[in-house]
């Protein structure tokens, strides 16, 4: 064993005595593995293990010792978060600068430091932060307290809030937003309404601010309980209130029933509720679940409206553009048609799955890939000399946990994307690949900017079985790919939470089931071997698409969320375009899912030399629940 490779090995070693918290041991690891390339983690975990009460001077010196690397970043980043939590904000302020690429978490305490900094404008980035009422992590949450007293929210950010907290039932929070407005909420009364809340809107005041706000809570506890209800008690609801609280009820019934379509499927009343809710400002999820419900409806010009309502970054994304392409050409008059047209041929410059659909919708089909930029020596050579690259290869020759591996992979990929080193990705992209290393070669191909590789991109390990199990099952390879890329990115050993497995990710209820048709004895190890996987996983796909109305739109989001989810999401009674179902989808990985499935396809569709390819093509319309 070379002393380079001994060093590596001792990576597992002192990770070891970075979980039982043996400090004193760190430090000698530190020591020997100091001319290692994996040599900063001794030292990144012993900053770690008390990280609360380091000095921020300890965690700039780490960032600078290793700069612009994988772990200064996270060390750099969890401090901050941590130093927030403690609210000391003047410790985390020095290490600011060495975050770049924070994620949702780690943003919102950066901003709470920044603010407490004297920055009174940081608060104008996160109007989203403000106006959710979901989840959201801890440091989110304390930045929309910390909004509450900037200069920056007017008392109309101030109102948009208390009534998204009110119809959300989060009475606490509601309370706190009241305050600043100067009203007094009675946390009994909110107590007393959401026990009876239909009782309550019988008789309901509707004089003051507070009890406008009580009005708006009750119906939002309404619809949460009994959606039917609140729809039937809206217009009631809604007398004699002012328009902009009539607004607000009708935009807390649509809100609800848009977030809950799990529970209580599509209904055409929470659109018009939507609408009759237009004029109020729009959060930008309001505006989505808005034009989500629009487009589910075929409701063209509620479509125009919802995207109209957008933020300006919302409205440039190419999802919402294409919406609002689809929604103009439904229009009578040229110019909406051409407008259409402009936005097609702007989109259709793309291979993404909306601009897939735009090509469509031009008449183009698609079957030119580009060709495939093999790296040159040189990049081969600057690859055996990138540190961050080289991280993440030692990582994996030495069986490291996957999450430290495909950390220094990503921010590898990252730093040679930022420098639009397209050599560099395709190198790494190309020695990954010949590794059999698939599912990280793919994320880096994916990430060139003026040179491509698809055979990186859109790998396609296990051909002929891939395609002979594709066509005993009687479906396309090229679908079976996409789908295969999807779940597991070809990594044979893939495991989900909840105990998928394999190349095509079958749970293993799912395989026995499929063992018993094809007449045979079920064997947990089998879902491990490559051909049972893939054997098994094409057979399945093709009983849920026969199941499914033969649609590969259906069977895919059955295939990811089950074949009964995805058949209660069919229109109960006349066809919907594919896209329009596949964009009305309710569950965000679902909806997703089917968008990346049907994307991967169509490119495999070409790299199989199936001809010119179009969206359209396995994506007909979706028939209604009744029909035969």
């Known amino acids: 064993m070379t002393g380079t490779h001994a060093a590596n090995e001792q990576f597992n070693d002192a990770l070891r005595a970075a979980n039982s918290g043996d400090v004193d041991l760190l430090q000698q690891y530190q020591y020997a593995m100091q001319n290692d390339v994996l040599g900063y983690y001794p030292e990144y975990w012993a900053l770690n293990t008390n990280l609360g009460m380091q000095p921020a001077s300890a965690i700039v010196q780490f960032a600078q010792r290793h700069p612009q690397s994988a772990m200064a970043e996270k060390l750099a980043a969890d401090y901050i978060e941590e130093k927030v939590k403690q609210a000391d904000f003047s410790s985390a302020q020095p290490v600011l600068a060495y975050v770049s690429n924070a994620d949702q978490a780690e943003s919102c ?218 929604a103009s050409e439904q229009r009578n008059d040229a110019a909406s048609k051409r407008s259409a047209q402009n936005i097609y041929k702007k989109l259709a410059q793309g291979d993404d799955y909306h601009n897939l659909l735009a090509k469509d919708r031009l008449g183009q089909t698609y079957n030119t890939i580009p060709a495939n930029t093999q790296p040159s020596t040189n990049d081969l050579q600057r690859l055996n000399q990138d540190i961050h690259f080289n991280r993440a290869f030692t990582l994996r020759e030495i069986n490291a946990p996957a999450n430290y591996v495909n950390r220094e992979w990503n921010w590898a990929v990252r730093q040679a994307y930022l420098r639009q080193d397209d050599g560099l990705i395709l190198a790494a992209a190309k020695r990954a690949t010949d590794m059999g290393w698939y599912d990280r070669a793919i994320y880096a191909a994916d990430r060139t900017v003026n040179k491509h590789n698809y055979s990186y991109r859109y790998a396609m390990p296990h051909r002929n079985y891939v395609v002979s199990h594709s066509q005993n099952a009687g479906i396309d390879p090229a679908w079976a790919y996409g789908l295969m890329r999807q779940e597991s990115r070809f990594n044979t050993t893939a495991r989900s939470h909840v105990g998928a497995g394999g190349l095509m990710q079958i749970m293993p209820d799912t395989a026995r089931l499929v063992a018993r048709q094809m007449g045979e004895t079920y064997n947990p190890a089998a879902l491990s071997d490559m051909n049972t996987n893939i054997r098994y996983g094409t057979f399945y796909l093709s009983t849920i698409q026969r199941q499914l109305s033969n649609s590969p739109v259906l069977a895919t989001a059955g295939y990811n969320a089950g074949p009964n989810r995805a058949r209660r999401w069919q229109p109960e009674f006349q066809q919907i375009a594919a896209d329009q179902y596949t964009e009305s989808i309710p569950l965000l990985e679902t909806r997703d899912y089917v968008k990346h499935v049907m994307t991967n396809a169509t490119h495999y569709g070409v790299l199989l030399g199936q001809g010119g390819q179009s969206m359209s093509s396995r994506m007909q319309h979706i028939p209604s629940r009744n029909t035969p």
């Open 109 to 326: 305490a950066m901003a709470q430091v920044r603010t407490r900094s004297g920055d009174p404008l940081v608060v104008a980035e996160f109007k989203d932060v403000w106006l959710t009422t979901n989840s959201q992590p801890e440091s989110c949450t304390g930045l929309g307290r910390m909004m509450l007293s900037s200069p920056i929210m007017t008392q109309q950010d101030k109102q948009q809030r208390l009534w998204a907290q009110l119809r959300a039932g989060q009475s606490g929070l509601a309370l706190a937003t009241a305050q600043s407005l100067g009203m007094n909420i009675s946390l009994a009364q909110l107590n007393s309404i959401q026990a009876n809340p239909l009782n309550y809107l019988w008789s309901a005041p509707k004089a003051s601010n507070e009890d406008h706000a009580y009005l708006i809570y009750a119906i939002g506890r309404l619809a949460d309980s009994d959606l039917d209800s609140a729809l039937s008690s809206l217009k009631r609801s809604a007398e004699g209130a002012p328009e902009s609280v009539q607004k607000a009820l009708y935009r807390a019934v649509g809100y609800i029933g848009g977030t809950t379509v799990m529970k209580n499927n599509f209904k055409r009343e929470v659109l018009s509720a939507l609408d009759a809710s237009y004029g109020l400002p729009f959060s930008p999820e309001e505006a989505e679940i808005y034009a989500r419900q629009a487009i589910r409806f075929g409701a063209w010009e509620s479509v125009i409206r919802a995207v109209d309502s957008m933020s300006v970054t919302q409205k440039q994304e190419d999802r919402w553009q294409y919406w609002l392409a689809r």
